[in-house]
């Protein structure tokens, strides 16, 4: 891959004024949105693709791209069409590893993430006020609770406590991709709560938790492969 330039008096890799959740969380939970996405053949804007790459778009414009590299290390770009400006990618790359891959979309912001620093960094600059779409999946839990409100049986006598009982169904399921021993028993809870069961597809929805990681025998992608 090709590195970029440091721009006159750039010294050191850039700390960007905001900084993304790190890459851990935000596949974390973007990843779970996207596993629940699978299992109710409902759009809701997270995507996990081979390779170690998750996608939000939310289907106006806005979205991200979180590709886990070798060795641990993660690249997030993206662009939001209310707050972003394009960047040439010279720009968004100054001073950029040689392993940071250049966007294959416009771009309004990039960071990059090395696991012994512990931290995103960026081109020098100030931030692109768009960078904090990058944060969206740290919402995702308040984003699907939104849902379930609009569901609730007209019969339930307490809908707070409906909701409520959700959430703690949504928090053993994230303990479960967390640990990597998610099964149909935490899944099939929430999916209830999100979709009728002739839409629910609890088998396509745990091949995908497979392929992010999640459950019992499988790889995170910023762990090394087995040799």
């Known amino acids: 891959m090709q590195a970029y330039p440091h721009p006159a008096g750039f010294e ?3 700390v960007s004024d905001y900084l993304p959740p790190p890459p851990e969380e935000s596949w974390l939970l973007g990843g779970v949105v996207a ?4 299992g109710i053949r409902q759009q809701l804007g997270y995507w996990v693709e081979p390779d170690g790459v998750l996608t939000h778009d939310d289907g ?4 991200w791209q979180l590709t886990w590299l070798p060795g641990g290390r993660a690249v997030v770009s993206g662009f939001d ?3 972003s400006t394009e960047r040439d990618v010279r720009a968004l790359l100054a001073g950029a ?5 250049a966007p294959a979309d416009r771009a309004g912001f990039c960071f990059w993430w090395e696991p012994d620093a512990g931290r995103w960094r960026s081109a020098p600059g100030e931030s692109d006020p768009g960078a904090t779409l990058t944060g969206s999946a740290a919402k995702a839990e308040d984003r699907l609770a939104e849902r379930v409100w609009e569901r609730i049986p007209p019969e339930e006598a307490d809908p707070s406590a409906y909701v409520a009982g959700f959430y703690r169904q949504l928090e053993e399921l ?4 967390r640990a990597q021993r998610l099964t149909e ?3 099939g809870p929430v999916l209830a709560f999100m979709a009728d069961p002739p839409e629910l597809r609890p ?3 745990l091949a995908l938790a497979a392929q992010a990681g999640f459950t019992a025998g499988t790889r995170l992608p910023w762990t090394p492969a087995a040799t």
């Open 12 to 14: 050191e890799f850039a």
């Open 35 to 38: 596993v629940l996405q699978e």
């Open 60 to 63: 106006s414009g806005n979205g």
């Open 81 to 83: 069409v209310d707050y």
């Open 97 to 101: 590893p040689h392993w940071v891959p």
């Open 174 to 177: 994230l303990d479960a991709a």
């Open 185 to 187: 028993r935490e899944l």
């Open 203 to 205: 088998a396509a929805a």
